[in-house]
């Protein structure tokens, strides 16, 4: 493949950074690149914003609301919006349950469900994992039985994002307990407003509150939302996985944060110099961009395969990328040292206008840290990736 831009891609490339430097708004824009919590308003704000330009889910087929664009027009797209400073489009809605339902859903759920993902009128978030069912999924134990034109919902689910503010969640249930674990999984839409849905608030080491436990307690739901065949839940799991781990490796992103790291370490002394010349430090940054620069290309090349859904080659970009998350994070609170260290919730929610220290850059890194500490467990942990890649690529 060439990799190499040709002048339409990069005419595309202006109209995108046109259209940013018009419409991103500069207190939204400040929030992401200063590592500052996102409130609700600021996600669905953006949403709308881009709904609004048709831009808001660019992978998707035309017919459903997409754009048409190449891959490499799409990964231009989201290398351009990490550059700007864009609040991320949440996955659960656009880039997870849509296409389940695009491959699996009949065309009721698909005329319902597909619009009110793009305007934003339902916030989806994920029941997959559960207290024992976490990288091992298949031993959930979440039940929905049938009961005439209904299923009752009974269990758990844990480390659910953003649940606080959905509406809808899609969830993976139990609908045959006999069969061998993989085969008696179902895959179910439930809305969160149901009586027997009860959210409860994990709050995290940062004291911010973004994961909860769902409980679910004799909860009816309609058969109509059901995905797809009953006990047949596991394969569209998997499918939704695919789309999930490709997404995770988030290269414009990572490309932003190598950016402001230098930017830091810049600023920064050791032995009278920038530490970005000290030549440790120096050579710690030259070989994560050198992985990154290598990350990109095999996103680019998967994204080369039209029309093909995400295989394990999304297990080697979720692990790579979430590496490299991970190092970023770690090398920037090494450059800026003990002024990452006070915690400074004030300044984190935007209630104040500067961290308590004056380091501004430096203040949230140590939360900004500690969060990403679960990217190499989300979406199957990269142990589990690791296996994947080794049975399914390597044939071992």
Request: negative net charge; charged residues 20%.
């Amino acid at each position: 493949m060439d990799l190499n831009y040709t002048s339409e891609d990069l005419a595309f490339r202006d109209h995108v950074r046109a259209f940013l430097d018009a419409n991103l708004p500069a207190d939204l824009q400040q929030k992401v690149r200063k590592h500052l919590r996102m409130a609700k308003e600021d996600y669905v704000r953006w949403h709308k914003i881009l709904a609004r330009q048709g831009w808001v889910a660019p992978a998707w087929p035309v017919e459903y609301g997409g754009t048409g664009w190449t891959p490499v027009q799409r990964h231009i797209w989201e290398e351009e919006c990490a550059r700007a400073g864009t609040p991320p489009i949440l996955p659960f809605g656009v880039n997870m349950v849509a296409p389940v339902i695009m491959a699996f859903g009949n065309d009721a759920q698909k005329a319902y469900y597909l619009p009110r993902i793009l305007s934003c009128e339902d916030w989806w978030c994920q029941g997959y994992s559960e207290p024992g069912a976490g990288s091992d999924l298949a031993s959930l134990k979440t039940t929905a039985v049938r009961e005439g034109d209904h299923y009752i919902v009974n269990g758990q689910k844990t480390w659910t994002t953003l649940a606080q503010h959905a509406d809808m969640i899609f969830c993976l249930v139990r609908t045959d307990t006999g069969v061998r674990k993989q085969e008696g999984i179902s895959f179910l839409l439930i809305d969160m407003h149901t009586p027997g849905v009860t959210v409860r608030p994990i709050i995290m080491l940062d004291e911010d509150h973004e994961v909860n436990e769902v409980f679910f307690d004799n909860v009816k739901v309609p058969v109509q939302n059901l995905i797809g065949q009953e006990n047949k839940g596991w394969t569209y799991a998997k499918y939704l996985l695919g789309h999930e781990r490709t997404g995770i490796a988030a290269v414009g992103r990572s490309k932003r944060e190598l950016a402001s790291l230098k930017k830091l370490a810049a600023a920064q002394s050791k032995n009278g110099k920038p530490l970005i010349e000290d030549p440790l430090f120096a050579a710690k940054v030259a070989t994560l961009e050198i992985e990154l620069m290598a990350l990109e290309m095999t996103v680019l090349r998967v994204l080369a395969q039209a029309n093909k859904a995400p295989g394990p080659e999304a297990s080697v970009l979720k692990v790579r990328g979430t590496d490299i998350q991970q190092t970023l994070s770690e090398l920037m609170v090494e450059a800026v040292g003990p002024q990452a260290l006070p915690f400074d919730p004030a300044y984190l929610e935007g209630s104040a206008e500067h961290a308590v220290t004056g380091e501004d850059d430096a203040a949230p890194l140590a939360s900004h840290y500690f969060n990403f500490r679960k990217t190499s467990i989300y979406g199957g942990s990269n142990e589990i990736q690791r296996n994947i890649i080794t049975q399914m690529i390597l044939g071992l």
